[in-house]
């Protein structure tokens, strides 16, 4: 079967086709970063007119790709959620629309639940039931999956989510937007040793997250700091330095999280997807936590962590021989959806 995805969330129109024979057949992408980056932050009608814009051309292409037509289409799949409600309804209009006049099914996909689901893409891929840390610029949860659509979050973000600490965090330090992979590229020359940030939350019981205290202490250093800066190499170092010793203050409390409820569930598989799985740092961190206390973790390749239709793509194929398939008389966005729901 072949699975037409769409993902229009924010601000990535992502299409792709799955065949759940030959895997992934075609997959483009079309960024809005550039649009948004003059604004510091995703400006939703911008976002919803371009993906309006860019859509059914990225689907022709995306056929084009893998040499079909609508026709061959079994299934058309879509991100109903959570996310832009504008950008949410471009997608499933236009999802919605292809597979009526198609006359095949139509599913709606949870955003996360992409996520989620995107290291299936790899060839050395979990099974299910594992531990899953989902960091975006949305959401930080942790959570226990026994199988499709059987969600548990056992730890959620208190304030910002992972990604939108790296992303405030960038804008203090003057880097463009998104900033997590700046952060993460002017780590690399920085010493994680000069600041002490606070590692937010390891000092009690749970598995949830919180953000705004690191926030604050990150930004007061800076403005400590800065004004002391007498030259651009002082200030270049002060800027390398914060980032990196941030970028530590975040990757220790997420590692250190995920061992907390592998012990917990007694998981042995560790999925890490969503933007912030690329940080390299964070990737290395768990894999060497991994060796010495016995599990294994798996991420999406480097692509599939940001937004993408191949993870919506996949996760609408898995849906669809669940049979949750949605009438064609109804189209919805959920702005707001808890994984759990999917339950
Ligand atoms: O999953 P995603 O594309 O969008 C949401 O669903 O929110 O994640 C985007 C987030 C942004 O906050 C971005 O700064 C962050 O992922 N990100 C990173 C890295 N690459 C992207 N954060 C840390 N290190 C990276 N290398
Ligand atoms: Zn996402």
């Not at 051309?57 to 504008?86: F, N, S």
């Not at 226990?144 to 203090?172: M, P, R, W």
């Not at 560790?270 to 294994?296: D, I, P």
């Amino acid at each position: 079967m072949k699975i037409l995805g769409i993902e229009s969330s924010c601000d990535e129109t992502g299409i792709a086709i799955y065949d759940t024979k030959a895997g992934l057949i075609a997959d483009q992408l079309y960024s809005q970063i550039e649009l948004h980056a003059q604004y510091g932050g995703v400006v939703p009608e911008l976002a919803s007119r371009d993906h309006v814009r860019k859509i059914v051309p990225l689907i022709q292409q995306t056929c084009d790709e893998a040499g079909l037509t609508l026709k061959d289409l079994d299934a058309v799949a879509y991100t109903a959620g959570p996310g832009l409600v504008g950008a949410l309804l471009v997608g499933a209009c236009v999802g919605k629309s292809i597979a009526w006049a198609l006359d095949k099914p139509a599913v709606e996909v949870h955003h996360m639940e992409g996520h989620l689901l995107a290291p299936l893409l790899e060839d050395d891929k979990p099974e299910f039931p594992f531990l899953c840390l989902l960091v975006s610029g949305g959401h930080t949860l942790l959570v226990d999956v026994q199988a499709l659509g059987s969600y548990k979050i056992l730890g959620d973000t208190l304030d910002d989510a992972a990604g939108e600490a790296f992303d405030k965090t960038a804008k203090l330090l003057g880097l463009p937007y998104p900033g997590g992979r700046y952060i993460a590229a002017l780590a690399e020359q920085g010493d994680e040793k000069r600041f002490k940030f606070p590692r937010p939350m390891l000092n009690r019981p749970g598995l949830d997250f919180s953000f705004s205290g690191l926030k604050t202490a990150t930004r007061m250093t800076w403005e400590k700091h800065i004004v002391t800066c007498s030259n651009d190499a002082e200030k270049n170092q002060l800027q390398a330095d914060v980032a990196a010793s941030f970028q530590a203050a975040v990757i220790e409390t997420l590692a250190k999280k995920c061992l907390r409820a592998i012990e917990q569930t007694g998981h042995q598989q560790l999925v890490v997807s969503g933007g912030v799985s690329a940080n390299t740092s964070l990737r290395e961190t768990l894999a060497q936590m991994g060796e010495v206390h016995h599990f294994k973790s798996f991420f999406p390749s480097m692509k599939y962590c940001t937004d993408n239709g191949a993870m919506i793509a996949v996760a609408g194929a898995m849906r669809f021989q669940h049979k949750d398939i949605k009438p064609h008389n109804l189209i919805k966005a959920y702005p707001r959806w808890s994984l759990e729901q999917l339950s």
